[in-house]
Structure formats: C-alpha cells, structure tokens
C-alpha cells in the first residue's frame, strides 16, 4: 500500500490528455468505429453540422489502433510533463486546443480524407520543446536542428512522398509549437525587461 501512496500524478494535463484518449480507443473498439466517426475525427462536414465543431476538438483525442496510440504516447508521455511544467497546465491547454482546432479547420474545410490522432500534438510538443532553454534574443542551436530534421523531413514526404496528407498535420503542429512558443517566450523576456530591479 505504501508504494501507490508514492506515486505522484506529477502532470495532470498530460497524464489525463493520455488516459482520455485510451478510453476513447476502447470506445472506438466497443462501439465498432462509431464514436471514432461521430466524435474523434475530422472531415468535411457542412459547418452547420454542431458536430462539426464538437470534432474540431475531439480529433486529437482519437486513434485507429494501439499502435497509433503508443507511437503517438510514447513522444506525448516523455516531452509533455517537461513543457506542462514549464508552461502551466492552463497555457499547455491552450496551445493544444488551438493546434486541435487550426489542424482540424485545414482538414474539415480543404481536404476530402479523414483526420484523426495527436500527431499534430506531438510535432507541436516537439518543436515548443526546443525553446525550453531559450534565453533573451539568442535563437537555440536545437530549434534550427529541429526545425531543418523534423519540419524539414514532412516537407520533404509531402512533397515527394505517395502520402502527402498526413505530413500536412505534422508541419501545421511543428508551426504551431514554433510560433506559441516564441510568443510566450517572448511575453516572459517582455515581463522581466519591465519589472524594476531588486
């Protein structure tokens, strides 16, 4: 009994974002797709459709499999509690929610496939994380990094590749990462530069 008295729920935003997103997969599993398709997925429905909202948010919460799930959880579950610390759980929220819904808007209006899956997250969690370390009007080598090999390749494929719709979600997240990021970043310098000196 001691030892589950120690286990912390150290990141409540992540942890919860990863345990909804299970029972929305065994849903999924229970009602044979149905939910996925009503819920947690995106495609081009008529915007007087409420539905069409309520899956604007809700894609990010579903996947096709387990698979899809661990490969999206495994970046989701290392970075997340790292970035919910720096960030707040309620700017983490934020940023989520808004890539959910810009990712979704370009699938819902544009394109005739379906959307599903936190990838567009975790290409957002994984370029926010290169401005973990940044310091005032210096620019991280790691940002570049991730930028040219992460970005860099989704361009590539959607360009090049035979699958070009799914690397749309992937780029859209890494901006979405980059440009949050910057912002809070530079409100924060903004907030030191005013406060007066001890």
Known sequence: MNFFRRIQYNSPVILSYAIICLFVLLLG???EGVSTTLFFSVYKSPLTDPLFYVRLLG???GHASFAHYYNNF???L???PMLEEKYGARNLIIMMAATSVLTGLIYGLFFDTVLLGASGIVFMFILLSSF???RSAMIPLTLILVIAIFLGREVFE???GDDNISQITHVVGG???AVLGFVINSEKFMRKKRS???
């Open 59 to 61: 894609h990010v919460f």
């Open 132 to 134: 973990v370390n940044i």
């Open 158 to 160: 959607g360009a090049f």
């Open 175 to 177: 901006i979405c990462g």
């Open 196 to 198: 007066p000196l001890p």
């Open 74 to 76: 495994v970046i989701i």
């Open 78 to 80: 290392l970075v997340g």
């Open 29 to 31: 599993r229970v009602t």
